[in-house]
Each structure stands twice: as C-alpha cells, then as structure tokens.
C-alpha cells in the first residue's frame, strides 16, 4: 500500500481533482482509498438518526452497517487528534491511498495551486512537496502537471507515492 497527500489552500480544487483522479486509477485497476482532514467539528451522521442518538449519546465508537456500505464513526471525547500513520493503520489494503490535509504529516505531497485563489505556493516553504498540478505554469524544478491532464496528474502521483510503512517509521522517528 502506499501513500500520497494532496495539499493546497482551500479553493484550490484538491476535492475537484480528486474526483476526477479517482477514476482514472480505477480504470487501470488500481484500488484506492481517501483519507481527508477536516479543520472543525464536523458531522457525517443525520441528527434524529440511530446512530446520531447512539453519539450523543455517549458511545465511542458507532457503526452503522447495510447491504451497501458501512461507517465507523470514533468520537474523540476529549483525547488527542490521532496522526495520520494510526489512521493509516485503520485503513483496509488497496493500492494507493490520497491523504487530503494533514499538512505536517510525513508523507510526500501533491500541491494542487489554482492561480485565480491569489494565494502564494507552499512548496517553497514544505519540503514533502514533490510535485504541483496547476492551471498556470510554475518555475520550480519540481514535476509540474496541468490540473486539467488527469492522466499526467494521475501518474505523477503514483510516482511521488511512498509505500505506507515509510511513513509509519518517518513519524516513529519524528517521535
């Protein structure tokens, strides 16, 4: 399994780009997995629902399973954010999984930079930026994709990804 972050300022189009990335990586047969980073309290269940009652009303942990799909969903309670490598130990084994956020975690990055946002690029200033997907042209050394090719994005983010368990021993040793 390997891993690969997208990270940009909001508005930049990371969650745009990635819907249009994900199926391009399953048309070549490749598994792939998200995991994205919220900047606040957020909520994926329907206040009234079951499981929204089981949450409030004190439970840790709420699945909710069908025939379709299911959901784990952990309330922290106070305890501490966990960091991406416990979150990647959670996930099931595919291909590649997309880290979107989490910018000071130790995985190598995608910067995704719309030039209309008006905001400067990270990459001068993050090291784990291997690449950009930009609507503009960008003057680095760095691999630079349009955002528009997904095909060149796709690829650029198979190379820059690094396999799951370099990133559990980079943050070991950042420890």
Not at 2 to 25: E, N, Q
Not at 155 to 169: F, G, K, Q
């Amino acid at each position: 399994m390997k891993v690969i972050g997208l990270a940009g300022w909001s508005g930049a189009g990371k969650t745009t780009l990635l819907s249009r990335v994900i199926p391009y990586l399953l048309g070549r047969a490749l598994r792939v997995s998200v995991i994205k980073h919220a900047h606040h309290e957020f909520d994926v269940d329907i206040p009234g629902k079951d499981s929204w009652v089981h949450r409030q009303a004190g439970a840790t942990e709420v699945l909710v399973s069908s025939t379709r799909r299911w959901a784990l969903m952990h309330e922290l309670r106070g305890a501490s954010e966990p960091r991406l490598p416990e979150l990647l130990a959670k996930m099931a084994q595919v291909d590649l999984v997309v880290v979107e956020g989490f910018k000071r975690e130790p995985v190598n990055k995608i910067e995704v930079y719309r030039a209309a946002n008006g905001k400067p690029l990270l990459f001068p200033d993050d090291p784990r930026v291997v690449g950009i997907a930009s609507d503009v042209a960008i003057e680095t050394r760095l691999p630079v994709a349009h955002l528009d090719d997904i095909e060149d994005v796709a690829e650029l983010m198979l190379r820059s990804a690094i396999p799951v368990d370099d990133v559990l021993a980079s943050a070991e040793a950042e420890s």
